[in-house]
């Protein structure tokens, strides 16, 4: 089987490049622009001409979306920008998938919810509540993705973080390393999710062929619940760096442009259920990642 990863040099698609290596799948690593040292077929999820053309050119079976506008904050200010790569470009996808019969594995987000205060975890079947400009336009995508047709799983995840990019772990190691005390909110709750592990979830489903008569959405995080707050503190202490004086803060004491969901824990009984996975705890992962990180310096 043929598969084409999008957003190859991002933290998930970085990480699916390392569990898919001994796959006996052809596995395209793309990404709009190279990155030094991996191999990257320069593919813009935005572009539909080029989109179908290395479909057909490479005789393409699948596809993992995991290209995004990330960058929350900045969405606020950039909406068309965001809309077209996270509400349009999946429509693209699915369409060059319905038309071929292929799969579309397509990742959205916790912040698909977080304009109703929830203290239940969300599931998959709960109406999407978006705040702010990036959890809008990626459940717009979600639906462009259902509206086209194609067979479709869509993985919501929260709190993603790796070895690889910017992310709140990295974040939090160097300013942990370099400041005497650190504000971090501990009025929003979720679940960190190691990429790595959502990357391995997606490589057996594709490996195990388990997708078959299993489409729809589903809810993937680390097993656990905190704040972040709570991820600071076991960040500093898992590394070492306890140099630090990590004090819980409210976010009104940190005003952003966007709106973050105050509880967007994810229910994953759907995935766990339907392709018989367990789920690591989130500090057993994160202990993991910190030590990765420690053997790359
Ligand atoms: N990060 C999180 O905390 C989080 C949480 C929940 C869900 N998610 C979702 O999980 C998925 C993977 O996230 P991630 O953290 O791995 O994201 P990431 O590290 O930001 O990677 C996304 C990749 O997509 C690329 N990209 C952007 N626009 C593109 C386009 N038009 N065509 C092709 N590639 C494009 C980006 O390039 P540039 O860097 O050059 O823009 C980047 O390499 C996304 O769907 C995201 O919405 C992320």
Not at 69 to 92: K, Q, S
Not at 117 to 122: D, L, M
Not at 153 to 167: C, H, K, M, V
Not at 252 to 265: D, G, K, L
Request: hydrophobic residues 35%; glycine residues 8%.
């Amino acid at each position: 089987m043929n598969i084409l990863v999008t957003g190859s040099n991002g933290q998930l698609g970085s990480e699916l490049r390392i569990v898919a290596k001994n796959s006996c799948d052809r596995y395209l690593f793309t990404d709009a622009v190279e990155l030094q040292g991996a191999e990257t077929v320069i593919l813009d999820i935005t572009d539909a001409e080029a989109v179908r053309a290395i479909v057909r050119e490479h005789d393409i079976h699948a596809v993992i979306n995991c290209a995004a506008y990330t960058d929350v904050e900045r969405a606020e200010d950039d909406i068309e920008r965001c809309r077209l790569i996270n509400g349009y470009a999946p429509g693209i996808l699915g369409a060059a998938m319905a038309e071929t019969g292929g799969l579309l594995v397509h990742i959205s987000t916790d912040y698909v919810f977080g304009a109703d205060p929830y203290n239940v975890p969300c599931r998959e079947d709960q109406e999407g509540t978006p705040a702010g400009v990036y959890g809008l336009t990626k459940l717009e995508g979600e639906k462009a993705v259902l509206a086209s047709g194609c067979d479709s799983i869509i993985i919501r995840t929260s709190w993603l973080y790796s070895e690889f990019g910017r992310n709140f772990v990295k974040t939090m190691l160097s300013l942990t390393a370099s400041r005497p005390v650190l504000d971090v909110v501990f009025d929003q709750a979720g679940t960190p999710t190691y990429a790595y592990d959502l990357a391995s979830v997606i490589y057996g489903i594709m490996e195990g062929r388990s997708y078959r008569g299993r489409t729809g959405i589903y809810h993937y995080s680390n097993e656990g619940v905190c704040s972040w707050y709570d991820f600071a503190k076991m960040i500093a202490e898992y590394s070492g760096q306890t140099g630090c004086d990590i004090r819980p803060c409210h976010s009104s004491e940190f005003p952003t442009r966007a709106v973050r969901p105050a509880y967007s824990v994810l229910d994953k009984t759907r995935i766990k259920e339907t392709f018989g996975i367990s789920v690591p705890y989130w500090t057993d992962s994160l202990k993991i990642c910190l030590g990765n990180l420690k053997k790359k310096i």
